[in-house]
């Protein structure tokens, strides 16, 4: 970071400038990201529900056929 007094550049960890003497400001934490990959719970969501109509669909209305008769 740079110091806001003398515009040297210091370690993240340092509270004063090396140079100058001057406080530093405190770093702000950075932002967790969100991760970009992936579905999000509702598409989660209706997937399950159109393979749940899918199959309930297959399992109501196939014919029941029997092989050998």
């Known amino acids: 970071m740079d110091c806001p007094n003398c515009k040297t550049w210091n370690p993240d960890d340092k509270v004063v400038c090396w140079r ?3 406080e530093l400001p405190k770093p702000k934490p950075q932002k967790k990201k ?5 579905f ?4 989660w969501v209706l997937v399950v529900v159109v393979f749940s109509a899918t199959l309930l669909a297959q399992c109501l209305f196939m014919p029941n056929v029997i092989p050998g008769q």
Not at 34 to 38: A, E, H, I, V
């Open 20 to 22: 100058c003497q001057a």
């Open 34 to 38: 969100k991760l970009s990959g992936g």
């Open 40 to 43: 999000s719970p509702w598409m």
